[in-house]
């Protein structure tokens, strides 16, 4: 178990957020450019959001040890 600071943990987590924020928004703009009507495409977007976080979240904690 690491010893982090707790506010580096939560810059990690922002950090985290911030790319999946990303991600989300570049999925649901290629599903409404796809051809998906807009609440299709901001559920993907969010589905993709999620999925970001959790790899994300998951990734990080695997390399901390």
Do not use: E, Y
Not at 4 to 16: E, G, M, S, T
Request: net charge positive; glycine share 16%.
């Amino acid at each position: 178990m690491s010893t982090q600071d707790p506010a580096i943990k939560a810059l990690w987590v922002a950090l985290c957020m911030m790319l999946a924020l990303v991600v989300g928004v570049a999925a649901g703009i290629l599903a409404w450019l796809g051809g998906q009507h807009p609440p299709g495409a901001i559920l993907i977007g969010g589905g993709a959001f999620g999925g970001t976080v959790t790899l994300a979240l998951m990734i990080k904690n695997a390399l901390s040890g």
